[in-house]
C-alpha cells in the first residue's frame, strides 16, 4: 500500500465513524421557554419609585432601608439596593434608574414543545 492509500482509507474510516456516532445519538429535543416581559409590571405600573437624580439619603428617607444591596462596582461605580417591589441603580450617590421586580406569576414560564 502506498502512503495516498493509507491517508484515504484513516479519512473514510474517521469520516464512517463520525456518521455512524451522529446516526446512533438519537434524536434531541429542545423547549422553548416563553417569559412574557412586557406583561410583568403592567398591575403595578402605580408602585411609586425613586426618580433619576434623586440622592442615596433621600431614597432611604422616603423609602426605609432595602432588603438587600450591591456594593459599588465599575468606573463609574454602580450600586444597586433591592425593595420589595423595585430595585434602585445608583451611579456614586445618584439614582441612576429604577426598575420594577417580576412578580411570581409574571416570572413563570410558558413551556411550548
Known amino acids: 500500500m502506498n502512503m495516498r492509500?493509507?491517508?484515504?482509507?484513516?479519512?473514510f474510516c474517521a469520516a464512517m465513524?463520525?456518521?455512524?456516532?451522529?446516526?446512533l445519538a438519537g434524536p434531541t429535543y429542545a423547549e422553548v421557554i416563553?417569559?412574557?416581559?412586557g406583561q410583568q409590571g403592567q398591575a403595578r405600573q402605580g408602585v411609586k419609585r425613586p426618580?433619576?437624580?434623586?440622592?442615596?439619603?433621600?431614597?432611604?428617607?422616603?423609602?426605609?432601608?432595602?432588603?438587600?444591596w450591591t456594593p459599588a462596582v465599575g468606573n463609574p461605580p454602580?450600586?444597586?439596593?433591592?425593595?420589595?417591589?423595585?430595585?434602585?441603580?445608583?451611579?456614586y450617590d445618584r439614582v441612576l434608574h429604577s426598575v420594577l421586580r417580576?412578580?411570581?406569576e409574571a416570572a413563570q414560564a410558558t413551556v411550548v414543545e
Open 5 to 11: 492509500s493509507v491517508k484515504s482509507q484513516v479519512t
Open 17 to 23: 465513524a463520525l456518521t455512524c456516532a451522529g446516526l
Open 34 to 37: 416563553e417569559v412574557p416581559v
Open 51 to 68: 426618580q433619576t437624580g434623586m440622592k442615596q439619603s433621600d431614597v432611604e428617607a422616603q423609602y426605609g432601608l432595602p432588603q438587600s
Open 78 to 91: 454602580i450600586s444597586s439596593w433591592v425593595y420589595e417591589d423595585f430595585v434602585v441603580y445608583f451611579e
Open 102 to 104: 417580576p412578580t411570581p
